[in-house]
């Protein structure tokens, strides 16, 4: 027990003096080195910040040819260039000790050069956790000739650091006084500290390229998800040897099929990403009443080549049915979801005219995003006409597998690099046996195909395969949302800046999947308006969210200012925006970086906050 306890680093002081009282027979766990008790107190840092209420500044701005901060992480430590006294307005203390300034002053001048210190620590190293000591410090004093009391004038700057690094934090110090400072300030300081050897991560050693916590959620501008060692190591594994994969997609595709609970006369197949199966599966409706057709495509002369979408569903992925030759139709408009009365229509036309399938984008909340399925297929099948159901992103639940094929729909396909935690690289395609063996002749690795560039590897093929049965047997992560969630709810909640922190599920149609609890953090306030949903509700998706380069931010309103400060700090935090504020998927972040999330955004807001950028904008009344 007496080993266990210190292998963890002690909170407090007062956890020692407990300990105490345990007796000799525990005597020697309180026979710690001072080194080791420096670096207990260090690695609360962030925590001692919030403790004392303190507000850093921002990193102070660069007034020459130098670095503000140079990190030796070979010799583990970080040399900071001389910072100035910086006033929480972004303002220098100016004057000279001993004339205009008291002592008193003074000090308080080095105890804002220390906030400043903090400031360009945190945002050079990521978090102050990261400090074990200071190892020397070196102060300059603006004084008067006369003026003799540097060292109590720096002490503002050492009980700083003592206060937020506790023994750590007192080094060695040098204080010099001076008959002038640049600009006119009050104190100097340069420190030199010794930090953690942070070990590279993967992309930063190997391309130089800084790691993102993604905390909104399996972009694939981002990488997907996370796949866990069983998974890596199956994929491993399979790029060792060869394999004939025609068999190997017949076997683990029957696999996914039974995972999938399929209704009979249902097969699967295994694609390149849900984008893939978009195509490959309209492939299969263009040649379903003429399998000879596959290699005139994508060619359509004399083929039923319209395709029928709703104009105010997901029209991202046009493209990838247009590419196959088919002709995209779409019904209604951008806010008025297509009519029962439009579909059919279009499905009593004959001959070439005559639709050959219909495209449904599940948002996993039918009720009130148009047409609902149940209808649509009822009416497409009257008239021998295919539905294709994207979920690529509507997983969890695990349930989803099979609810839209139970429900009859003709080809179902989701994304394996999402929830389901496989290669970025890789899909489902559910449905009917002749549209799924349709679909796989379309693609590769046959080779008069249009297809055929959308290959799936034999490595993908069993990630995929072990990732699915993994997600199938764990069930649902809801529990761990939702824990998340609230984690960070109460943690933000009441913080500078911070209007309000509420959770939010299921989500609005449009968010993939909605299943997910998110974390709304506003700053903004409801915006005035007549209309009430609008008023209770948020609008997803603010105005800096670019999907393919979510990194992109413009940082046009207060809800994107946080999140480009987030993008662009140290480290890098991608979250969502919606109209009043951020929003944070917890799908995506690992629990370590639950409280770096919170603290990044506990900064920015308090900073933007403290300059007066998070004001919204006059609003006319409506």
């Known amino acids: 027990m007496a080993d266990g306890i210190l292998a963890c680093p002690f909170t407090s002081s007062s956890a020692l003096a407990s300990l105490g009282s345990l007796g000799d027979s525990h005597s020697r766990i309180l026979d710690l080195s001072l080194e080791h008790r420096q670096l207990c107190a260090a690695t609360m840092a962030e925590q001692r910040v919030e403790e004392l209420g303190l507000v850093l500044p921002a990193p102070p701005e660069r007034k020459g040819l130098y670095r503000p901060?140079?990190?030796?992480?070979?010799?583990?430590?970080?040399?900071?260039?001389?910072?100035?006294?910086?006033?929480?307005?972004?303002?220098?203390?100016?004057?000279?000790?001993?004339?205009?300034?008291?002592?008193?002053?003074?000090?308080?001048?080095?105890?804002?050069?220390?906030?400043?210190?903090?400031?360009?620590?945190?945002?050079?190293?990521?978090?102050?956790?990261r400090v074990r000591r200071v190892v020397k410090s070196?102060?300059?004093?603006?004084?008067?000739?006369?003026?003799?009391?540097?060292?109590?004038?720096?002490?503002?700057?050492?009980?700083?650091?003592?206060?937020?690094?506790?023994?750590?934090?007192?080094?060695?110090?040098?204080?010099?006084?001076?008959?002038?400072?640049?600009?006119?300030?009050?104190?100097?300081?340069?420190?030199?500290?010794?930090?953690?050897?942070?070990?590279?991560g993967f992309y930063k050693k190997r391309f130089g390229i800084a790691p993102v916590i993604n905390a909104v959620g399996s972009f694939t501008s981002l990488g997907g998800s996370r796949m866990k060692p069983e998974v890596t190591a199956a994929m491993a594994a399979a790029a060792t040897e060869f394999v004939d994969v025609n068999r190997l997609?017949?076997?683990?595709?029957?696999?996914?099929?039974?995972?999938?609970?399929?209704?009979?006369?249902?097969?699967?197949?295994?694609?390149?990403?849900?984008?893939a199966g978009l195509a490959q599966a309209t492939c299969a409706c263009l040649c379903r009443h003429d399998p000879t057709v596959i290699s005139q495509l994508p060619c359509t002369d004399g083929l039923a080549s319209r395709v029928l979408l709703d104009a105010a569903s997901d029209t991202r992925w046009n493209q990838s049915i247009a590419l196959t030759g088919a002709k995209v139709v779409l019904l209604g408009e951008a806010r008025k979801p297509m009519t029962k009365g439009q579909v059919l229509?279009?499905?009593?036309?004959?001959?070439?005219?005559?639709?050959?399938?219909?495209?449904?984008?599940a948002g996993g909340l039918e009720d009130g995003c148009g047409m609902p399925l149940e209808d649509l297929l009822a009416v497409a099948h009257a008239h021998d006409v295919p539905v294709i159901v994207d979920a690529a992103a509507q997983l969890p639940p695990v349930s989803n597998l099979w609810k839209w094929t139970t429900m009859g729909a003709d080809v179902v396909l989701?994304?394996?690099?999402?929830?389901?935690?496989?290669?970025?690289?890789?899909?489902i395609m559910?449905?009917?046996?002749?549209?799924?063996?349709?679909?796989?002749?379309?693609?590769?690795?046959?080779?008069?195909?249009?297809?055929?560039?959308?290959?799936?590897?034999?490595?993908?093929?069993?990630?995929?395969?072990?990732?699915?049965?993994?997600?199938?047997?764990?069930g649902n992560r809801h529990e761990v949302y939702e824990a998340t969630v609230a984690t960070m709810q109460k943690a933000l909640t009441g913080c500078p800046g911070v209007v309000r922190v509420h959770r939010v599920c299921p989500g609005p149609p449009d968010i993939q999947p909605c299943d997910i609890p998110r974390l709304y953090v506003d700053v903004m306030a409801a915006p005035m308006t007549t209309?009430?949903?609008?008023?209770?509700?948020?609008?997803?998706?603010?105005?800096?969210?670019?999907?393919?380069?979510?990194?992109?931010?413009?940082?046009?309103?207060?809800?994107?200012?946080?999140?480009?400060?987030?993008?662009?700090?140290?480290?890098?935090?991608?979250?969502?925006?919606?109209?009043?504020?951020?929003?944070?998927?917890?799908?995506?972040?690992?629990?370590?970086?639950?409280?770096?999330?919170?603290?990044?955004?506990?900064?920015?807001?308090?900073?933007?906050?403290?300059k007066g950028c998070l004001q919204a904008p006059q609003q006319a009344k409506l």
């Open 249 to 275: 997609l017949d076997v683990a595709s029957a696999r996914v099929a039974d995972m999938a609970r399929v209704p009979s006369g249902y097969g699967a197949h295994i694609v390149t990403g849900a984008a």
């Open 345 to 361: 229509h279009e499905l009593r036309r004959t001959g070439t005219s005559k639709p050959a399938a219909i495209i449904y984008f």
């Open 414 to 427: 989701f994304s394996g690099g999402k929830e389901i935690g496989g290669p970025q690289t890789s899909g």
């Open 531 to 610: 209309d009430s949903a609008h008023a209770e509700g948020h609008q997803i998706y603010g105005d800096s969210v670019d999907h393919s380069n979510p990194l992109a931010h413009t940082g046009t309103s207060p809800p994107s200012l946080v999140a480009a400060a987030l993008g662009k700090g140290n480290p890098c935090i991608v979250v969502n925006t919606s109209d009043r504020g951020i929003v944070v998927n917890p799908q995506t972040l690992s629990a370590d970086e639950v409280p770096v999330v919170v603290r990044r955004i506990k900064q920015v807001v308090a900073d933007l906050n403290a």
């Open 430 to 474: 559910l449905g009917k046996a002749k549209l799924v063996a349709l679909a796989r002749a379309n693609g590769s690795p046959n080779e008069a195909s249009v297809c055929r560039p959308m290959k799936v590897s034999k490595e993908d093929i069993v990630g995929l395969v072990t990732a699915l049965e993994l997600f199938v047997a764990s």
């Open 69 to 129: 901060a140079l990190v030796q992480e070979g010799a583990g430590l970080v040399h900071l260039s001389g910072h100035p006294p910086l006033k929480p307005d972004g303002q220098f203390v100016k004057g000279k000790v001993g004339r205009e300034l008291t002592l008193a002053q003074g000090k308080e001048a080095a105890r804002q050069t220390g906030l400043a210190i903090l400031a360009t620590l945190r945002a050079t190293l990521g978090s102050l956790d």
């Open 138 to 200: 070196t102060g300059f004093v603006n004084c008067t000739p006369s003026f003799e009391h540097h060292p109590q004038v720096l002490d503002g700057y050492s009980e700083l650091m003592e206060s937020v690094f506790g023994e750590a934090g007192v080094g060695a110090r040098s204080a010099v006084g001076m008959n002038a400072l640049p600009f006119g300030i009050a104190v100097e300081i340069e420190v030199v500290l010794e930090v953690e050897q942070k070990p590279a």
